[in-house]
């Protein structure tokens, strides 16, 4: 039995599925490394197409997870995915889903995670996304505040966020994509140009706000953008910044390497990629690039429902 579940290469496949914030990452990761085809084919895009539309509920939306009710989470993220795979903003799921987002506020509602895939597509400016500081890991080991002292894969995931947020990553095409200007259009229930980002850093929709923010931590995500914006904390910050980036990169190659470039789950997986792409200056031929690509396949799982 065991062996005829076995792969070619001898290790054995199962179904990391359920949650909608995984497989978005990934195509969000392809759009703006310049769609290789060695990233995703045809075929493969076909079949992620098929279970976006699979999971999309009556009332447009898609949940957190396949289980959960339609969330602003998942749903700007899962339609987001569909538009990038090529789907048209006339097809009728992408119709469905974009009712569903402007029913709810639009994505200034969607939760933070949703927000940092928005702003690394050039589709939410970065004002409206909490600070990532990666000098946070130049703190003692000690401190209460360490990313380190965090869960595995909450420190793992800070640890390229914090990286892209230091460098306000964009994907580079962004303003001459039509694309991404038709989505800066449909996410939104007012003009792109004209919202007022720095406030709806703490917005979130009902659907989503399982567990309020408490105003400690709203007090604190607001003391650190006026760190990031206050001209007189610059000398500091620059400083510390640098340093904070060149050790998030060095971590993230330590990541790479001792996991084979799988990493610890699927989505530090796409952001650490996404950092090397950035590290790089965009050279899909660099060797981390490359070991990267070779993975992407072992968190592919072709199933009844794509």
Request: net charge negative.
């Given at each position: 039995f065991y062996s005829m579940l076995q792969c070619e290469d001898g290790h054995w496949a199962a179904d990391y599925g359920g949650p909608h914030f995984l497989m978005p990452g990934l195509v969000i990761a392809w759009y703006v490394m310049g769609k290789p085809t060695n990233f995703l084919n045809e075929q493969q895009i076909k079949l992620l197409i098929k279970y976006i539309t699979s999971h999309q509920q009556s009332d447009g939306g898609w949940g957190t997870h396949i289980e959960s009710p339609?969330?602003?989470?998942?749903?700007?993220?899962?339609?987001?995915?569909?538009?990038?795979?090529?789907?048209?903003?006339?097809?009728?799921?992408?119709?469905?889903?974009?009712?569903?987002?402007?029913?709810?506020?639009?994505?200034?509602?969607?939760?933070?995670?949703?927000?940092?895939?928005?702003c690394l597509l050039g589709c939410m400016d970065w004002k409206g996304h909490n600070s990532v500081p990666p000098e946070m890991w130049l703190l003692p080991n000690w401190f209460p505040f360490h990313p380190g002292r965090m869960w595995c894969h909450a420190r793992m995931v800070y640890l390229p966020m914090g990286y892209l947020y230091g460098n306000?990553?964009?994907?580079?095409?962004?303003?001459?994509?039509?694309?991404?200007?038709?989505?800066?259009?449909?996410?939104?229930?007012?003009?792109?140009?004209?919202?007022?980002w720095i406030p709806t850093r703490h917005w979130v929709a009902s659907t989503d706000n399982y567990s309020p923010i408490p105003w400690v931590m709203k007090t604190l995500q607001n003391l650190l953008a006026r760190y990031e914006n206050w001209s007189i904390f610059a000398p500091l910050r620059d400083y510390v910044r640098q340093?904070?980036?060149?050790?998030?990169?060095?971590?993230?190659?330590?990541?790479d390497l001792q996991t084979n470039?799988?990493?610890?789950?699927?989505?530090?997986?796409?952001?650490n990629l996404i950092s090397h792409f950035h590290a790089t200056g965009g050279d899909l031929k660099d060797p981390r690039i490359v070991n990267h690509l070779m993975r992407i396949p072992d968190y592919l799982w072709v199933a009844e429902d794509g």
């Open positions: 339609s969330t602003m989470f998942g749903s700007t993220l899962m339609y987001v995915a569909l538009r990038l795979l090529g789907r048209p903003a006339d097809d009728p799921a992408c119709v469905k889903g974009c009712e569903f987002l402007k029913e709810h506020g639009g994505a200034l509602y969607t939760s933070s995670w949703s927000k940092f895939y928005l306000r990553f964009v994907y580079p095409q962004a303003e001459s994509d039509p694309l991404i200007q038709e989505l800066r259009q449909e996410l939104y229930c007012q003009d792109y140009s004209k919202i007022d340093k904070g980036l060149q050790f998030s990169l060095e971590y993230i190659r330590a990541e470039y799988i990493d610890i789950g699927p989505v530090n997986k796409v952001l």
